[in-house]
């Protein structure tokens, strides 16, 4: 039952490196996604994707960049990174044939976060 | 962008009261959904909302869908230790996956 996998869960940067954040399920989920939360804030979309090889810009896409070669994988890449990226970032998959979310069996699933620190 | 605003931020209550949260917007959403965040760990659906109006419980949990879609509200009678956490609402607009969330009400609970 691995669900969504997201690695690593902590990482220190300094400004100016890169680095991808891995992210994986296991649910044959199309829908895909990559959100961010700031202390005290909720979570604000980056990138999502609705099926291997389609991606889309959230709310706040500038700084990452994201691909979707598999229905599983989906990884979000920080190309410079910068001290306003200091954030945890959490994956998240669902299933989507144009219906609702359920509530039995959770099906909008997290992962357990990265926190990522920009120094 | 689009905000959902959520309050209190944040609550201090003893074991065994009520708790009451909500969640307005400036747009319509045509689905609320109500997440809990468990430190280190990723939001946990609590309450899906389909409709206008629509009452919904799940045990000690009760939300409601505002009538002109641009609230939603959370209540948790008797609280538990383990009621600990932060609570999220999260709006979704008609034939849209995306999700926007609330800023989240942390609850503390004094035993």
């Known amino acids: 039952n691995a669900g969504v996998t997201q690695t690593p869960k902590f990482r220190i940067l300094k400004i100016g490196q890169s680095m991808t954040l891995q992210c994986t399920q296991d649910?044959?989920?199309?829908?895909m996604y990559w959100y961010r939360q700031d202390p005290g804030m909720g979570l604000k979309l980056i990138y999502y994707s609705v099926g291997a090889g389609i991606t889309d810009k959230g709310e706040v896409p500038n700084g990452y960049n994201v691909s979707r070669s598999t229905t599983e994988d989906f990884p979000l890449r920080l190309e410079l990174a910068a001290p306003s990226q200091t954030s945890v970032y959490f994956c998240?998959?669902?299933?989507?044939?144009?219906?609702?979310?359920?509530?039995?069996?959770?099906?909008?699933?997290f992962g357990e976060g990265s926190w990522l620190t920009v120094v | 962008g689009q905000q959902l605003n959520q309050s209190p931020q944040s609550m201090f209550i003893q074991e065994g009261e009520d708790v009451s949260m909500n969640c307005t917007s400036s747009?319509?959403?045509?689905?609320w959904l109500w997440y809990k965040q468990d430190p280190g760990e990723g939001p946990v659906l609590l309450i899906a909302?389909?409709?206008?109006?629509e009452l919904t419980s799940n045990g000690r949990l009760t939300a409601q869908f505002g009538i002109t879609r641009k609230d939603s509200f959370l209540n948790i009678s008797a609280s538990i230790p383990s009621d600990v956490g932060i609570y999220f609402c999260a709006g979704q607009k008609q034939g849209a996956q995306k999700l926007v969330f609330g800023q989240g009400t942390r609850l503390t609970i004094n035993p």
């Open positions: 909302l389909y409709k206008a109006g």
């Open positions: 649910m044959n989920h199309n829908y």
């Open positions: 747009s319509i959403f045509n689905t």
């Open positions: 998240a998959s669902s299933y989507s044939s144009g219906g609702r979310p359920q509530i039995s069996g959770n099906t909008i699933y």
